[in-house]
């Protein structure tokens, strides 16, 4: 439970972190570097998400 909360932890930050470098980058308004964070860490932990079904579906195996 601990690697799954710290993995979504840097999923979240990672997110932050390119959601400003794109704001600075090409200059956009706050709230559009917000939503694309958002979207970013809905995307990278729906990505986590498949992968750790994929590892426990050859664990069981």
Do not use: C, D, H, R
Not at 4 to 25: C, P
């Amino acid at each position: 439970m601990a690697k799954e909360n710290m993995i979504t932890t840097i999923a979240i930050v990672v997110a932050i972190i390119i959601g400003l470098i794109l704001q600075f980058q090409f200059q956009l308004p706050p709230i559009v570097s917000a939503v694309v964070a958002i979207f970013l860490g809905i995307f990278i932990g729906f990505i986590i998400i498949l992968i750790q079904s994929l590892i426990t579906k050859k664990k069981k195996k």
